[in-house]
């Protein structure tokens, strides 16, 4: 308690609550704030938890590498609370489970989903229709859910009819939304969410019951799921299910949503890019549009921009928990606080990124992106062995629908583009208010 080392450390006027209501309001903002007024280690003390936040990039290695904190006591409680995973069952696989995924999501491994992620995202933006309008983030969703949900889970598990595409996307959109708070509360205070988690958690019953039938596809490969269903060995495996479809589809989704956006708002970048893509794919099919990873090499342009609206709405937060003293600048951090690093916040260190407000594609003109390389500052994906072992898949994936979606479609904007909602630490932004979109096929 009377750690003369500590951190400055931010209180409100009611006692107990502590600045949980301040913070909770636009907690993205209230880090600015704080950082400019307890300078770049500071403690938010809020709903009776110590977050302390890290805001200088020299400090970034050490919440990376340190042994002295750890990814697995930080998420177990939102493990629990969203996907009611038991915490001995998440200490025991977890290891297991993230050595999985990120084996099979390797750079390599990425390259032969290719085909059939195309397949899939052809298939499901025929479906939109030669003309209509709707909500951009609402678009997206329509194709993106089930494209991936066939490409990473099994061509089976993905909704079929228009009723259960439907179905899914409402009761998905609610579990997604409500997330955040789900993760801090346990359920009897939030009845609809939790009845969607439900409904997600019977669904990933009945997949986990067919991958456990077949462990096999019909080409002789195993998705993703086939091979949690041989890593997770207890009864949570549906669960462990639950939170892989979150994570590869939360995150991805609203930058999908922006990279259109920030693309159709500004006439320079979508000439660019369009240049590129009606170069490289030509003369092919616009209802069935085979693109391939060499297609995809041609467009470097749309690559930039994929990764241009990932470092402006990045994740407002990633969490560790300090489990032995962390010495950091010249504090001393205490074992238990959960150590806060913003992505969002450290993508506009003008050191690193300059005019970091602008949507500047060429800024990744200087990254060796061919050879996965990022830029120096870029943190969207977190870092350490806990890093998003999902980056390579989602790259690809947004390059990929990009492309696709615009080589096959104009579009006219309806709106202006939205601010991303102050609302959000948890992954990446979501849009404030809406945004239409006209489109029409070509
Ligand atoms: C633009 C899209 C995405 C962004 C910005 C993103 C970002 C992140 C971040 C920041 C983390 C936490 C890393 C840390 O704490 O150091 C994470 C974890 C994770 N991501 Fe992603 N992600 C994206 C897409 C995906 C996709 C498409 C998949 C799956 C195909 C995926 C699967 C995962 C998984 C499974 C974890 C948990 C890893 C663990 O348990 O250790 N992500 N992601």
Redesign the pocket.
Known sequence: ENNPYAPPCIRGWIPWFGAAFEFGKAPLYFIAQARAKYGPVFTVYAAGKRLTFVTLHEDFRTF?MSKDVD?EQA?QEPVYNTASISKGSFYKF?PA??AL?KGR?TPGNTALLVSDLCEEFNQHLELLGDRGSQQLNELVRSVMYPA?ISN?LGKCNAPGTPLSRQEFKKKFTIYDEGFEYGSQLPDIFLKEWASSKQWLLSLLVNMVNKAEENTYNESGSKT?LQHLVTTITDKFLPNYGL??LW??????IP?TFWALAFILSNPTIYETAMGQITSALKDKDKQKTHLSLDNLQQMPYVKWCIMEA?RLR??GA???RVVRPLRLQNYIIPPGDMLMMS?YWAHRNTKYFPEPEEFKPERWEKADLVKNVFLDGF?????????????W???M??HMFVALILYKYEFTLLDPVPNPSPLHLV??QQPEGPCSVQYRHR
């Open positions: 990376f990814f998420v977890h489970c993230n995924i999501l991936v990473l993703l939170l892989m994570a590869s589809l939360a995150n991805a930058i990932i990045a994740p990633v969490t560790r992505p943190v969207a994906f977190g870092g350490g062995k806990n890093q998003c072992p999902g980056r898949y989602a790259i994936e947004l992954g990446t």
